[in-house]
């Protein structure tokens, strides 16, 4: 409810186009993290910490 | 959505994109420390164990060196004693050769003394040839004239023979015609007066005395041995028979003359000398004459 008393209409996307380019960048960054966790892990049996 | 949150969307997405590419980068071309690690530690222990070996080994080298340093030093005393010892007996071998050189120059010039006296005695012997080969030319000569000088005598031996066999049948015959005319004369007391010859009388050559002496010997004996190779026959005839040295004997073989035997050496057995005048090849029991 808005503080006017008058209820609060659902938050829609203005654009879709943001929220796919928002997707991307997560995406990126989660396939980064995933690519760097495989080489930290076959390569010192170890995730994020040092050996 | 304003604008200005577009904008830090965008921005957010490129600088994601950005940022994660490089990690991307930096995470995949990042080394394997572990397995570099691993490689390093084994090579280390490897070589760990290189060192073990090399320092063994250099033990026992020095260990062997030592030993052959010994013994070359041992060798080396030896061939020190051994290298004077050497050095002695060369000395005493130079000394040596000095003398051994000394000799060889000596004989060196007594060669060469040799070589000179055998070159001259060389030269003599040439000449001496030289001269040999004149003297039998002029043998060979000589005694073809001797040959034909003693067929000549041959020749004229048998003439005179011939001629005293007409002399004395001429006397036989004279003296029948002087006995005939005798005879005839007898009667009338007449005697044949002495013929006076024609030709005049000539003196006749004599022999010399020695010669006559040897005829008047008249000894006849026969040839006890011949040798051709040097030219002696010795005869039967010795000094108890009155043979001397100098004495010619003529050999015959039947009505054959042979040859002449001049005596060189006379003894109580036997008497040896010179074959001269060879006519025929003298045998062994040929009739040796001073008398033909």
Redesign the interface.
């Known amino acids: 409810m808005s503080p006017n008393g008058q209820p609060k209409a659902a938050a829609a996307?203005?654009?879709n186009l943001?929220t796919v380019?928002?997707a991307?960048?997560f995406a990126?960054?989660l396939?980064?993290v995933v690519?760097?966790a495989y080489?930290c892990y076959f390569?010192?049996e170890l995730i994020f910490r040092m050996? | 959505m304003s604008t200005l949150t577009k904008i830090l969307i965008v921005l957010l997405t490129l600088s994601s994109i950005f940022l994660c590419g490089i990690v991307v980068t930096y995470v995949g071309s990042a080394d394997d420390f572990k397995q570099k690690n691993t490689s390093l530690t084994n090579k280390f222990n490897a070589a760990e164990e290189n060192a073990k070996k090399a320092n063994k080994a250099l033990e026992e080298n020095k260990t062997l060196i030592q030993q052959q340093k010994k013994e070359i030093d041992d060798q080396i005393a030896a061939l020190k004693a051994s290298s004077e010892e050497l050095q002695s007996k060369l000395g005493n071998v130079e000394r040596e050769k000095s003398a051994l050189l000394a000799e060889v120059e000596k004989w060196t010039t007594i060669t060469r003394d040799f070589y000179q006296t055998t070159e001259k005695q060389g030269q003599l012997l040439k000449d001496t040839l030289d001269e040999l080969n004149k003297l039998q030319a002029e043998q060979v000569k000589t005694q073809k004239e001797l040959k034909e000088t003693t067929a000549s005598l041959m020749e004229k031996m048998a003439i005179i023979d011939t001629l005293e066999t007409d002399k004395k049948r001429l006397v036989e015959q004279k003296t029948e015609l002087q006995s005939k005319l005798d005879q005839l004369l007898q009667p009338g007391g007449k005697a044949a007066a002495e013929g006076t010859a024609v030709t005049p009388k000539k003196d006749t050559a004599q022999p010399t005395a020695g010669a006559g002496v040897v005829r008047e010997i008249n000894l006849k004996g026969k040839l006890t041995a011949v040798d051709l190779k040097n030219s002696m026959a010795s005869i039967s005839l010795s000094s108890a028979d009155g043979v001397k040295e100098g004495m010619k004997f003529y050999v015959t073989r039947g009505s054959e003359f042979i040859c002449d035997v001049l005596i060189s050496d006379v003894s109580g057995k036997e008497a040896v000398g010179f074959i001269e005048l060879v006519q025929q090849q003298p045998k062994v029991g040929d009739t040796v004459s001073t008398n033909l």
């Open positions: 996307a203005t654009s943001y380019i928002l991307l960048a990126v960054v396939v980064t690519f760097v080489k390569q010192y050996p």
